[in-house]
């Protein structure tokens, strides 16, 4: 297991490592992009300050907090309530345009190549900018899919219309009662399909993706494969990070990238075939 006491940090010329990395993307055979948080901030998702503000005032003033995630785990009084505000971060992380173009950028980089997508994030927005939804791998679920909150099944289910009718619909911080979803298979309430404990459904659809992830890997990772990490911290590294220090350490012909504001780093074993940039995503794929 890999620890911070063996990390190494670039002090290259922020210039330099940005001309490597467009170096490495075009002599890759094969691409995995590993996605977090950072990403989807650096498209312009922020999930605090003004488009907190502008979105959820009434929901701060009434309840003292301050951003959408911290909202997301907070008990409301009702169940109204809860999905009035649900309803509302939906609509603006999941079924409205993004800020920025982005991850269309992103695709326009590697769209010609062999690629595949890992990621934490639960925005969808990979597959809204027209990446093949078969490279795709969600690991902690879709802000666009009801599971059951028992849960009862292993299914889960499409949300955007109840979604859009809560949205439209809501009114004094809350949706209307008939409007609260149901499981169609026992009556429990449903909940979003996100990844928070133990009772998080991985349905037929997240074990082919999984499956495909794999597969994706352990076919290509002898060959030159470049692992572009974008955007992810010490929330869950064992699903992106570390697995790709490893693949990296296991393969001489494999290079490691890290676009990151703080966090671009790695272990020592791997510092020569490394590439690590703290800088905003957006600004140095444009310089790609």
């Given at each position: 297991m890999?620890?911070?006491?063996?990390?190494?940090?670039?002090?290259?010329?922020?210039?330099v490592q940005i001309e490597q990395l467009g170096n490495?993307?075009?002599?890759?055979?094969?691409?995995?992009?590993?996605?977090?948080?950072?990403?989807s901030a650096s498209a312009g998702y922020?999930?605090?300050?003004?488009?907190?503000?502008?979105?959820f005032a009434?929901?701060?003033?009434?309840?003292?907090?301050?951003?959408?995630?911290?909202?997301?785990?907070?008990?409301?009084?009702?169940?109204?309530?809860?999905?009035?505000?649900?309803?509302?971060n939906i609509m603006l992380n999941r079924y409205s345009p993004p800020p920025k173009p982005l991850y269309g950028e992103l695709l326009t980089l590697v769209g010609g190549k062999d690629y595949f997508v890992l990621t934490t994030n639960v925005d969808h927005c990979?597959?809204?900018?027209?990446?093949?939804?078969?490279?795709?791998?969600?690991?902690q679920?879709?802000?666009?899919?009801?599971q059951c909150s028992v849960p009862c099944c292993g299914e889960t289910f499409d949300n955007e219309y109840l979604i859009r009718e809560m949205y439209r619909r809501q009114s004094d911080m809350k949706v209307p009662s008939d409007l609260l979803p149901k499981c169609p298979r026992c009556g429990k309430p449903l909940t979003l399909n996100l990844r928070s404990d133990d009772s998080f459904v991985e349905d037929a659809g997240w074990h082919a993706a999984a499956e495909r992830c794999s597969e994706f890997?352990?076919?290509?990772?002898?060959?030159?494969?470049?692992?572009l990490e974008l955007g992810v911290?010490?929330?869950?590294?064992?699903?992106?990070?570390?697995?790709?220090?490893?693949?990296?350490?296991?393969?001489?012909?494999?290079?490691?990238?890290?676009?990151?504001?703080?966090?671009?780093?790695?272990?020592?074993?791997?510092?020569?075939?490394?590439?690590?940039?703290?800088?905003?995503?957006?600004?140095?794929?444009?310089c790609c």
């Open positions: 890999f620890s911070r006491t063996e990390i190494f940090k670039s002090t290259k010329d922020c210039s490495a993307l075009q002599n890759a055979d094969s691409v995995v992009i590993g996605a977090g948080a950072g990403l922020e999930y605090s300050g003004k488009r907190f503000h502008d979105n009434d929901f701060e003033e009434k309840y003292g907090f301050h951003d959408m995630y911290e909202g997301g785990f907070y008990t409301f009084e009702t169940d109204e309530e809860m999905w009035a505000f649900r309803s509302r990979f597959q809204r900018a027209g990446f093949d939804k078969k490279r795709l791998f969600y690991t679920g879709d802000y666009g899919l009801f890997i352990r076919s290509r990772k002898s060959g030159r494969i470049l692992y911290g010490y929330n869950t590294p064992s699903i992106i990070k570390y697995p790709f220090w490893k693949l990296t350490a296991e393969n001489p012909k494999a290079v490691y990238a890290s676009v990151n504001f703080g966090e671009a780093v790695c272990p020592e074993d791997i510092a020569a075939q490394a590439i690590l940039i703290n800088g905003d995503i957006s600004e140095v794929l444009n």
